[in-house]
């Protein structure tokens, strides 16, 4: 399982021209799934994606979490994040979580996120919808998360 992760100062998603979750400061998480995950790893990352200290003391030194600077996640799934370039200049897919499997670890990481954080914190995209994303990325700052299994493979 892979978490993309862009620091944001706002970012909403669109869903046949409406807007379905919006917020201000914080994370856009974009989630990948994996054939092989499973919940334990969906609640590891959901976990590190909660503590991650990537906003800025008054040092100016990343060192303040979500709830440190009472920040919001917006999750959105991702199965693109486990493509297989290796061959070739069309991706694979074949890693990535079927879709039934997908939508149940995704589920249970912003059921996890939501309750480290709180169910008014966290908005969700629409899965397997075809979504626009807007985001005004922070610093920039974008930084990947992987569950312990991922780590593993590399």
Do not use: W
């Amino acid at each position: 399982m892979k978490a993309l992760i862009q620091r944001v100062s706002s970012a909403s998603v669109v869903i046949d021209g409406s807007v379905t979750g919006e917020m201000g400061k914080g994370y856009v998480v974009f989630l990948g799934v994996k054939a092989d995950d499973d919940f334990i790893e969906a609640e590891y990352l959901a976990q590190r994606c909660a503590d991650l200290r990537i906003f800025e003391d008054e040092l100016g030194k990343m060192n303040k979490s979500l709830n440190d600077v009472n920040g919001e996640m917006l999750v959105i799934s991702q199965f693109t994040l486990h493509a297989d370039t290796r061959k070739g200049n069309r991706p694979s897919f074949v890693y990535a979580a079927p879709p039934e499997l997908a939508e149940t670890l995704y589920d249970h990481f912003v059921k996890s996120v939501r309750n480290l954080l709180g169910p008014d914190r966290v908005k969700t995209g629409q899965f397997r919808a075809m979504m626009d994303v807007q985001l005004v990325n922070s610093g920039p700052v974008t930084i990947m998360l992987k569950s312990k299994s991922e780590y593993v493979r590399d």
